[in-house]
């Protein structure tokens, strides 16, 4: 295979399983800009082995192992004081994550659907929350609310979120 | 959900997490397989959000402001953009990331597949292009570039390439884009910035010179009498002749260099004397220039090296041998296509106030001849474009020059300004135009400086 089918290839297996490994990535790091540092790390990484990947094996396991290490590799970096969970855990963690990686897909259509369902300021809240550079203090700022008034309105939000998710995929049928 | 762990959750989201509350959170994790299967499903939620990976109109548009951000933030903002945009496909977003390794050669033109290793991540309103020499009546933000070079007549555009390295181009400039992490400046300015992860960015030059990065950011300037000027602005480069005329060269931040047209080192700077309150032109000026206050020291901010007027006429007091103590005028015009570098002064006192005057002297000695000042808050504004980013006056905070409290002595060999300066609430602010630094370039530092009522000290 030359080096183009090869890159081609590795992009549509990297595309489809980009949001696995970015969860994958999440549940373990607790800072969002920690979390995309380590999948921009864990792309470079699996790109410079894909020569190592078997075709037709789980692309997302192999990804989830290099993440995995990228993960203990960002914590030795990490500032002493930094907070994180115990490496025991995190390897617990990292094995359950892996094994309900396959429920991203319902989940992510669940959460379409709960969305809607959401209030229009519930949404624009949302919205304003997961704009890029964004947190409550902006948001509180913007929407004329307090910082706290905004951190309890999410916390109720993720809430029902939640709920609203497990509902549907509980459901006869699942998620549509 | 146990309203525990949620509360503990939405605390790691939120930046709030107390140790307590991690031990706690430990616990509760560890005690069952559900609390992980929740805490899981939490974080789930999150990164579904955080990359806006649910379905189409659910949230409601998140607005792209695309204004000038720190260096740091760029790329970052860049990433966003395009996905938040969804001009781009999820295709370009991983393309975002993917550093190929081993496609730093030259021989990266050479590839038989025309591969995209960059596109264009922002431009100007007024941005005008060529590619190959044909009119682009379209290139926008988003689209993809090609090995051919770019021709930007006008305005300002952002390359980002595949390694994220991001290279800001002010027009008129010829740039040509050889590889993810390799491109070749022909004409013009360029800033670039290398991320820790794009390290060994390649910039080649007119002449057979090649600036290699060595983890950094630096300005570089392609003048069209083959003269290239460049200064690091961050880290370090090193600076490579294709035809040997010169060994390797590493420069360290804030240091430049002048390459001649034979291909060699004509000059090379140590870091300008002017210390912490350097900021060089490409920072946010309203940031540290409006942070900067002392009732003791002149901030003194090198703006851009070889600014070519491009046709512009440039209403400057000209550099009249002793005293000018009258500044309710803008006299005098700069030759067009005189290539110049700028420097922006500011005295802005700390303990200045209505009730209290604070005055202040300064000598600044620069090593080329000083042409013009412009001294009016008009007339900075108005020549920011030229010589800096456009948002690099001080709004609201400078001040005209007054005829009976402010004063400017230049020397006889035009090389050294005395500045006797009196301000009480906002900053008095000048531009400094002397020769280019491509001839010879001017390192400016200062003498004394001496303040009524303070400390002596230096303008350094």
């Known amino acids: 295979m030359d080096t183009t089918d090869q890159h081609d290839q590795f992009m549509r297996l990297f595309i489809q399983h980009q949001p696995r490994i970015y969860a994958y990535i999440r549940t373990l790091v607790f800072n969002r800009a920690d979390a995309e540092e380590v999948l921009q790390e864990v792309a470079s990484v699996l790109w410079r082995r894909f020569e190592d990947f078997t075709p037709g094996t789980h692309f997302d396991r192999w990804a989830f192992t290099i993440a995995y290490h990228q993960v203990l590799y960002h914590r030795q970096k990490a500032r002493r004081d930094a907070l994180m969970l115990h490496g025991d855990l995190v390897e617990t963690l990292a094995d359950q994550a892996a094994e309900e990686s396959g429920r991203l897909d319902e989940f992510r259509d669940a959460l379409s659907e709960c969305v809607t369902q959401l209030g229009a300021t519930d949404r624009d809240l949302l919205s304003r929350r997961y704009e890029s550079g964004a947190n409550n203090r902006s948001v509180a700022s913007a929407v004329g609310r307090s910082e706290s008034a905004v951190s309890r309105a999410l916390h109720r939000i993720y809430r029902v979120l939640l709920e609203c998710i497990r509902s549907k995929i509980e459901s006869p049928g699942g998620a549509s | ?460």
Request: glycine share 4%.
């Open chain 2, 1 to 460: 959900m146990n309203s525990r762990l949620l509360d503990h959750c939405c605390a790691i989201t939120d930046g709030t997490l107390t140790a307590e509350a991690l031990a706690d959170l430990e616990s509760i994790l560890r005690a069952n397989e559900a609390a992980r299967r929740d805490y899981i499903d939490f974080m789930r939620l999150q990164s579904l959000l955080e990359r806006n990976e649910i379905a189409n109109a659910t949230l409601a548009p998140m607005p792209i402001t695309p204004t000038r951000r720190s260096r740091r933030s760029r790329v970052r903002s860049v990433w966003y953009a395009a996905a938040l945009a969804a001009v781009l496909t999820l295709a370009l977003t991983v393309w975002f990331i993917l550093p190929r390794e081993n496609t730093t050669t030259p021989s990266d033109t050479d590839s038989p597949t025309p591969h995209s290793f960059a596109l264009l991540s922002t431009c100007s309103n007024d941005a005008v292009f060529n590619i190959d020499a044909n009119p682009v009546a379209s290139l926008n933000p988003g689209d993809a570039l090609t090995p051919s070079p770019i021709r930007l007549q006008a305005g300002s555009a952002q390359v980002m390439f595949n390694s994220t390295t991001v290279v800001d181009l002010r027009g008129p400039c010829t740039f040509q884009p050889l590889g993810p992490n390799h491109a070749r400046l022909t004409a013009g300015s360029a800033s670039v910035y290398v991320p820790r992860r794009a390290r060994g960015f390649i910039l080649e030059t007119a002449l057979g010179v090649r600036i290699v990065d060595l983890g950094t950011a630096f300005e570089v300037t392609q003048r069209p009498d083959g003269k290239m000027a460049v200064v690091v602005t961050e880290g370090k480069i090193r600076l490579e002749s294709d035809h040997d005329r010169f060994d390797p060269l590493v420069l360290t931040s804030p240091q430049r260099a002048v390459v001649t047209t034979d291909g060699l080192i004509q000059s090379q700077h140590s870091p300008i004397a002017a210390a912490e309150h350097i900021r060089l032109w490409n920072t946010a000026f309203d940031g540290p220039v409006s942070e900067f206050r002392s009732d003791d020291t002149v901030a003194l901010i090198p703006e851009s090296i070889v600014t070519d007027l491009a046709g512009k006429t440039l209403a400057v007091v000209p550099p009249t041998v002793g005293r000018i103590a009258r500044f309710d005028r803008e006299k005098g015009s700069l030759r067009v296509d005189r290539p110049l570098d700028a420097y922006s002064l500011v005295f802005h006192p700390a303990s200045g106030s209505v009730e209290n005057q604070v005055k202040l002297t300064a000598v600044v000695e620069f090593d080329r001849p000083i042409v013009g000042l412009i001294v009016s808050p008009q007339a900075i504004k108005s020549s920011n474009a030229w010589f800096a980013s456009s948002d690099s006056f001080i709004r609201n905070g400078s001040s005209s020059l007054e005829d009976d409290a402010d004063q400017i002595i230049v020397s006889d060999d035009h090389r050294t300004l005395t500045l006797h300066l009196t301000a009480r609430t906002g900053a008095d602010h000048l531009r400094v135009l002397t020769e280019s630094a491509s001839t010879d370039s001017p390192q400016p530092h200062s003498e004394s400086n001496q303040s009524e009522g303070s400390t002596q000290g230096d303008v350094r």
